[in-house]
């Protein structure tokens, strides 16, 4: 069992962010999803602490090296603020559903980070796993539509989804897998839940820079105030940022970051049945085929 510790963590991990990402698609209807960025982090940071206080006698994370602060920081920046906070807009216009699936291109973006900040080779088949993962998004959010000009019928191809919305999931993609690379340079030996709680701390401080410049405190305020958003708030913070989170970086630390990022991506195929009982999606065929040649195809790149 130990020996697939970080396989484990990475499956975990993908069942963690499906719940989280539907517990926040809903919070981010009824408050916005701005607000529900902020609110979420501060709740993580004090469970996070209670944990790391519980399990290593710090609340605090007061043992990190200033090394291990300095890429943690960034990478809680760029994948927390930056990605997060465009991939929570996208739950709102797209829906979590649609937006996961978009955001299996992390892995093959973090790869291609990989390349440019750590040096890691990119293969033949890496680029065939991309093409792959990239076709199966493209079947889920293209339809072919028929019309007629000038007399004739014309066939092409229409988005099933909103442009911005897709284009929200892509840049939240980049954030995570950036952010990614970012941990794995960071983080070394160190406790995962306490380099997780770093991240967090920094993704705080960046949205209430955010929040003071923009002057939004107010919306934060009704947010709170909403009982039935801050259920769904605290139960996305606790399978998100804190296990979420953790358990991804336990899933880096304890085995290849390509088998890692490959285990966490299935949640595409995983959201389907709790977005069709719980949100009344309507999911056709070609949706869940192409589900499927995604996360294949983020399976293939990591051969």
């Known amino acids: 069992m130990q020996n697939y510790f970080g396989e484990i963590a990475g499956l975990l991990t993908a069942v963690f962010w499906t719940v989280t990402s539907l517990a926040f698609e809903s919070a981010g209807k009824k408050v916005g999803s701005l607000s529900v960025n902020l609110i979420r982090l501060v709740i993580a940071f004090f469970i996070t602490g209670v944990f790391c206080w519980i399990t290593r006698g710090y609340f605090w994370p007061s043992d990190a090296t200033i090394y291990q602060w300095k890429w943690l920081i960034l990478s809680g920046l760029v994948g927390f603020v930056i990605g997060d906070l465009l991939l929570f807009q996208a739950f709102v216009v797209i829906g979590a559903r649609i937006s996961m699936l978009v955001m299996s291109l992390a892995p093959p973006v973090a790869a291609f980070t990989g390349w440019l900040i750590l040096g890691e080779k990119l293969t033949q088949l890496s680029w065939l796993g991309m093409i792959v993962t990239l076709t199966g998004i493209i079947i889920v959010i293209l339809k072919r539509e028929k019309s007629e000009l000038n007399g004739s019928v014309v066939r092409k191809f229409k988005s099933s989804y909103s442009v911005p919305g897709i284009l929200l999931a892509l840049g939240g993609a980049t954030g995570q897998a950036a952010g990614l690379v970012l941990s794995k340079k960071g983080m ?116």
């Open 188 to 303: 070394g030996s160190y406790d995962a839940f306490s380099a997780s709680q770093i991240r967090i701390l920094a993704g705080i401080a960046g949205f209430t820079l955010l929040f003071f410049f923009m002057r939004r405190w107010t919306k934060v305020f009704e947010a709170v105030k909403n009982k039935s958003a801050m259920k769904r708030i605290t139960l996305g913070s606790f399978f998100g940022p804190f296990l979420g989170v953790s358990f991804s970086l336990l899933a880096v630390q304890n085995t290849e970051t390509g088998v890692a990022a490959t285990l966490t991506s299935v949640v595409p195929v995983l959201i389907i049945a709790p977005s069709v009982i719980f949100f009344g999606e309507k999911v056709n065929g070609k949706e869940i085929l192409g589900a499927f040649i995604t996360v294949a195809g983020v399976s293939l790149f990591f051969l």
